[in-house]
């Protein structure tokens, strides 16, 4: 016969058990859902290159995050837009054949200053690393192909990056050629999380099919927050701390759908893009 005491035992093992199974069933939603998310960070680039419509970060640059429990809103957020009005100016309808030359002196230091809207970023770029992606945004830039351009894309559940670099503002545009994917083994991207104030590509790669390598093209996306991504994004640069605080304003106003990724509620144009060597 079962004594009180061993039925008071067996019922709190069977309690434990069934937490334990909620929780991993928990984690694993939040997987799916940052999955998700990450597969639809990718950037579909026309041209001559393949269009892959699914990835890890489609580029957009984008992941997953077991650790980031964050609950969506279930409406989209209403935060005033922190920000001031764009410049005049039009985008510029730019197109090349070609990847340029590599042109920039790996030994020295570039720095791309981003006058938005909402404040100055400026990224410190590296081109010992990264050369041939530090010299296509020195190219991309010296053309103004930056200029007036939005940034289309905000995510704030799971990952936490803003995108940019698109002058169509779909997600869509691009360059019309591919660079190929740099520093990929970095020491920042430790345990597979790309840290806050890192500056990545985003891309076509499809991390299931394993295809869509060496896709990267203007899209480029900042990081916020940490966000636990796969290394699978070129990280060429670091946000200065001035630029984090400016990102930081543009996170807290939020993202149109109310579900964790889309268009920022803030008017987050880049006015002006310049790179400077010193």
């Known amino acids: 016969m079962v004594s009180q005491e061993q039925r008071r035992r067996q019922l709190a093992r069977e309690k434990f058990l069934r937490q334990q199974q909620r929780r991993t069933a928990a984690r694993r939603k939040a997987r799916a859902r940052n999955a998700v998310i990450a597969s639809v960070l990718g950037v579909i680039l026309i041209g001559s290159v393949a269009l892959y419509t699914t990835g890890v970060l489609k580029d957009d640059g984008k992941k997953e995050n077991a650790s980031a429990e964050v609950t969506p809103s279930a409406s989209p957020s209403k935060a005033p837009d922190p920000?001031?009005?764009?410049?005049?100016?039009?985008?510029?309808?730019?197109?090349?054949?070609?990847?340029?030359?590599?042109?920039?002196?790996?030994?020295?230091?570039?720095?791309?200053?981003?006058?938005?809207?909402?404040g100055d970023i400026s990224i410190a770029m590296d081109a010992a690393k990264t050369p041939r992606t530090v010299n296509s945004f020195d190219f991309l830039v010296n053309k103004g192909y930056l200029d007036h351009t939005k940034c289309h894309r905000l995510t704030t559940a799971g990952i936490y990056v803003l995108q940019c670099g698109d002058p169509q503002g779909t997600g869509m545009g691009g360059p019309g050629y591919t660079i190929p994917d740099e520093n990929l083994k970095d020491k920042s991207l430790k345990g597979g999380v790309y840290p806050a104030g890192t500056v990545a590509m985003a891309n076509q790669y499809n991390a299931q099919t394993k295809e869509g390598r060496n896709?990267?093209?203007?899209?480029?996306?900042?990081?916020?927050?940490?966000?636990q991504l796969p290394p699978d994004y070129t990280p060429f640069g670091t946000i200065s701390a001035s630029g984090m605080k400016v990102l930081e304003k543009i996170a807290k106003a939020g993202e149109s759908t109310g579900q964790g990724d889309g268009t920022p509620n803030a008017t987050v144009v880049i006015n002006k893009a310049t790179v400077k060597e010193s």
């Open 83 to 118: 920000c001031e009005k764009p410049a005049e100016g039009k985008v510029k309808e730019l197109t090349f054949k070609k990847e340029p030359d590599v042109a920039v002196d790996k030994s020295a230091k570039y720095t791309m200053d981003l006058q938005t809207t909402c």
């Open 215 to 227: 896709s990267g093209g203007s899209q480029f996306f900042l990081v916020y927050q940490d966000s």
